[in-house]
């Protein structure tokens, strides 16, 4: 089974950038679904961003514009591009993996804190 393993959070101003990865332990071009989750303290875990194999992706709204998620699969890596951090995107980030109906996978986890 694929294992998922999270870099790049850190600390950051507000306004800032990060770019977070997520390294499977073996190969991600036959897994549809990637994505990027976030839970903050006392707030329940919510998607921010996913990516499918054929490369469509979708954005929590309030990230759009500012995060771009992408999948290098030679690398077996996902990736999440983080512009214009808000303190509101503050929170741990795990990455998800959905090989097939009904098993996902979770990284985890990777914690972003941004300084107002």
């Known amino acids: 089974q694929v294992q998922l393993v999270e870099s790049g959070g850190g600390l950051v101003q507000a306004g800032g950038s990060l770019r977070l990865s997520c390294a499977a332990s073996?190969?991600?071009?036959?897994?549809?679904?990637m994505g990027w989750y976030r839970q903050a303290p006392g707030k329940q875990r919510e998607l921010v961003a996913a990516?499918?194999?054929?490369?469509?992706?979708n954005y929590a709204d309030s990230v759009k514009g500012r995060f771009t998620i992408s999948r290098d699969n030679a690398k077996n890596t996902v990736y999440l591009q983080m512009n214009s951090l808000k303190p509101e995107d503050a929170a741990v980030y795990y990455c998800?993996?959905?090989?097939?109906?009904?098993?996902?996978?979770w990284g985890q986890g990777t914690r972003v804190t941004v300084s107002s």
């Open positions: 990516i499918t194999s054929g490369g469509s992706t």
């Open positions: 998800n993996a959905r090989p097939r109906k009904y098993l996902e996978i």
């Open positions: 073996g190969s991600i071009f036959s897994i549809n679904f």
